[in-house]
């Protein structure tokens, strides 16, 4: 059974940094491509970021590129989301996501998709 | 940039009753595979998104039959064929083309 536990979250002022973490269990995390996704009030559901498989790519919305850096460890099975320069906007609850892409094959289609339980981040004064 | 919307943002439903759900993307998400890649979330109250169609068409593991999926290019809809109490929540569309998807406003389903 595929887990996802977030970690990290809280009340932190704008203009410091902090990082969420996920831990993985249930399937076999290296294999999987990981992603960040945030959720306001405002701007509903934003795919924030996303590292291959390996750690080797890595690819980040406008609204948080240089400023946030998504990490994973396949070790630990953990994924990692270091965030910096904090802004009020960036107040949401952060959920980490394991997807790969649905496929057909053989006359079966499959999907992979699961979702943590979200992290709550308040930045503010 | 791909923007997805949907229609209506708000639907009050009666209990065995159908209800279907419109979303439109700005440009084509048919791939030359043939295949749509649009999926439908719905998060219920105090949960996480959860999937349910992907593909356009596909129902996700452990998704009631009573789902539907259909649609190609940009015009794509999911269908309850009869609704039931714990189908409340919001429904979003999302195009799964770009390296990060973008998910359509959200469909407020709730009971009349």
């Known amino acids: 059974q595929v887990h996802l536990v977030e970690s990290g979250g809280g009340v932190v002022q704008p203009a410091t940094s902090l990082r969420l973490s996920c831990a993985a269990s249930?399937?076999?995390?290296?294999?999987?491509?990981m992603y960040w996704v945030r959720q306001t009030p405002v701007k509903g559901l934003e795919w924030l970021a996303v590292?291959?498989?390996?750690?080797?790519?890595?690819n980040y919305a406008d609204s948080v590129k240089g400023r946030f850096t998504i990490s994973r460890d396949n070790v630990q099975n953990t994924l990692h989301l270091q965030m910096s320069t904090l802004r009020a906007e960036d107040t949401a609850v952060y959920y980490c996501?394991?997807?790969?892409?649905?496929?057909?094959?053989?006359?079966?289609?499959?999907?992979?998709?699961?979702w943590g339980q979200g992290a709550h981040v308040t930045v503010s004064s | 940039e791909i923007v997805m919307t949907q229609s209506p943002l708000f639907l009050p439903v009666t209990p065995g009753e159908p209800a279907s759900i419109s979303c439109r993307s700005s440009q084509s998400l048919q791939k030359s595979n043939g295949y749509n890649y649009l999926d439908w979330y719905v998060q219920k109250p105090g949960q996480s998104p959860q999937l349910l169609i992907y593909l356009g068409s596909h129902r996700a593991s452990g998704v009631p039959d009573r789902f539907s999926g259909s649609g190609s290019g940009t015009e794509f809809t999911l269908k309850i064929s009869r609704v039931e109490a714990e189908d409340v929540g919001v429904y979003y569309c999302m195009e799964g083309l770009q390296i990060l998807f973008t998910f359509g406003p959200g469909t407020r389903v709730e009971i009349k």
């Open positions: 590292v291959s498989y390996d750690g080797s790519n890595k």
């Open positions: 996501v394991v997807r790969d892409e649905g496929y057909c094959t053989g006359g079966s289609c499959y999907s992979f998709d699961y």
């Open positions: 249930g399937f076999t995390f290296s294999n999987y491509p």
